[in-house]
Nanobody, 120 residues
Framework: QVQLVESGGGWVHPGGSMRLSCTAS????????MGWYRQAPGKQRELAAA???????KYGESVKGRFTISRDNATNTAYLQMNDLEPEDTAVYYC??????????????WGQGTQVTVSS
């Protein structure tokens, strides 16, 4: 059993900043990757940012240069720093964690999602 706790969502003005956090706990052998995905009304869920083995990161094209993902391995926490937010960033943001329950078996877990609203 793995629990994901997300926090940091809310409302900001365009140009503002916000930081999301996601902490994983439970029956975990190790974590392969952690990331944030987002889904706006009427649109498909898309990658915002993710961090994987060796600290590799990847970002969705629409957020490059504005968002930064980081990870604290001691607490199994991923952070998403979002700067220069735009109305188009408005979406429900979901944390995703890839967990190894054994050395060869990986399972993906999703958080409940947190609303981010960017508007004047």
């Amino acid at each position: 059993q793995v629990q994901l706790v997300e926090s940091g969502g809310g409302w900001v003005h365009p140009g503002g900043s916000m930081r999301l956090s996601c902490t994983a706990s439970g029956t975990i052998f190790s974590i392969h990757a952690m990331g944030w995905y987002r889904q706006a009304p009427g649109k498909q869920r898309e990658l915002a940012a993710a961090t994987g083995p060796g600290g590799k990161t990847k970002y969705g094209e629409s957020v490059k240069g504005r968002f930064t993902i980081s990870r604290d391995n001691a607490t199994n926490t991923a952070y998403l720093q979002m700067n220069d937010l735009e109305p188009e960033d408005t979406a429900v943001y979901y944390c995703k964690v890839g967990v190894f329950h054994t050395d060869v078996s990986k399972v993906d877990y999703w958080g409940q999602g947190t609303q981010v609203t960017v508007s004047s």
